[in-house]
């Protein structure tokens, strides 16, 4: 069974800095997706960033970016310029192609932005 | 409305008695699916249906049961809810449960429930 670790259980940055997120995970497809979603206080989740395993560039989203290392099975989210609305729950998701749509996920790291 | 709606927002509940959440989507998505949210745990899948009228078992099933008559709606239901039972629960939806490229999936707001 796959398996998402989040090691940071929190995390705390001041504004306009820069904060990564730690994601490793375990499995032995080659093929899946990874992705990174935020969950504020109000609950909602909303999908950061996603990257497929076969591509090997790094994904981007504006201030969003992961490390991507296959190999390691690593999956980290960079948050640049950090901002007070950055603060929230962050995610690790995986999910296998062969296994449908099924999403598997990390344990959460909270962000803290300190102004 | 528009995505995915949950109902009720909250609830607390006793142990022993049934409840069922609901969940209804309007964007006709083929995929939706339920997890419970617990600290320190993430989201865990519950159960999930690629299509109407059919279901499957998630990593956490038991103590659950689903049902999807049309496409819409994915109801979960507790038959006899207990403490453990205790968590937040989102429901999911996906355009489709192929491998394609997206797939990507759009939650609810969440219901909290507390089992006493």
């Known amino acids: 069974a796959q398996t998402v670790t989040q090691s940071q259980p929190e995390m705390s940055v001041q504004e306009a800095e820069t904060v990564t997120l730690s994601c490793t995970y375990d499995?032995?497809?080659?093929?899946?997706?990874l992705f990174w979603y935020k969950q504020p206080p109000s609950r909602q989740m909303i999908l950061v960033i996603r990257?497929?395993?076969?591509?090997?560039q790094n994904a981007t989203e504006n201030r969003f970016s992961v490390n991507f290392q296959k190999a390691a099975k690593s999956f980290s989210l960079k948050i640049s310029d950090s901002q007070l609305g950055d603060a929230a729950m962050y995610f690790c998701?995986?999910?296998?192609?062969?296994?449908?749509?099924?999403?598997?996920f990390g344990g959460g790291t909270r962000v803290l932005v300190k102004p | 409305i528009a995505g995915i709606t949950q109902a009720p927002t909250s609830q607390i509940l006793a142990a022993g008695r049934r409840m069922t959440l609901r969940c209804t989507q309007d964007?006709?998505?083929?995929?939706m699916y339920w997890y419970r949210q617990d600290l320190g745990l993430g989201l865990r899948l519950i159960h999930y249906?690629?299509?109407?009228?059919?279901?499957g078992k998630g990593e956490v099933p038991d103590g659950y049961s689903v049902s999807r008559a049309n496409t819409d709606d994915f109801p979960l239901t507790l038959a006899s809810a207990v403490p453990s039972q205790t968590s937040v629960y989102f429901c999911?939806?996906?355009?489709?449960f192929g491998q394609g490229a997206k797939n990507e999936q759009f939650f609810g707001p969440g219901t909290r429930l507390t089992v006493l």
């Open positions: 999911a939806s996906s355009d489709s």
């Open positions: 499995t032995s497809e080659s093929d899946y997706y």
């Open positions: 990257q497929e395993a076969y591509k090997q």
């Open positions: 998701a995986y999910r296998a192609k062969a296994a449908g749509n099924k999403l598997t």
């Open positions: 964007m006709r998505h083929n995929a």
């Open positions: 249906s690629n299509t109407a009228g059919t279901t």
